[in-house]
Nanobody
């Protein structure tokens, strides 16, 4: 059973930076793509970023391109999401998820993912 645990959320001022991390255990990490999703109050969960399972191709939602960076450390079984130039509209619970690697997939859909973490709150406010 694959288990994912997020960490690093918190309160940050607009324009600030925060890094959230996702520790993955219970599976062969390099065989999984990992994605980040977020859900704001009253809104549906939405795709943020993903990184593929082999050579680490990255994909981003347009709203975070140029501000967020996803990366993976295969030695530590961890995926990071570095968030810069944060805006109040980035406030949400951030979830990481793991998907079996599939050639040609961009891992933008939550239906691609089999395993989910519990989420970590990110609040951007002055």
């Amino acid at each position: 059973q694959v288990r994912l645990v997020e960490s690093g959320g918190g309160l940050v001022q607009p324009g600030g930076s925060l890094r959230v991390s996702c520790a993955v255990s219970g599976g062969t990490f390099s065989r999984y793509a990992v994605g980040w999703f977020r859900q704001a109050p009253g809104k549906e969960r939405e795709f943020v970023a993903s990184i593929s399972f082999r050579i680490g191709i990255t994909y981003y939602h347009d709203s975070v391109k140029g501000r967020f960076t996803i990366s993976r450390d295969n030695a530590l079984n961890t995926v990071h999401l570095q968030m810069n130039s944060l805006k109040p509209e980035d406030t949400a619970v951030y979830y990481c998820a793991a998907a079996p690697g599939r050639l040609g997939s961009t891992y933008r859909s939550e239906f691609d993912y089999d395993y989910w973490g519990q989420g970590t709150q990110v609040t951007v406010s002055s």
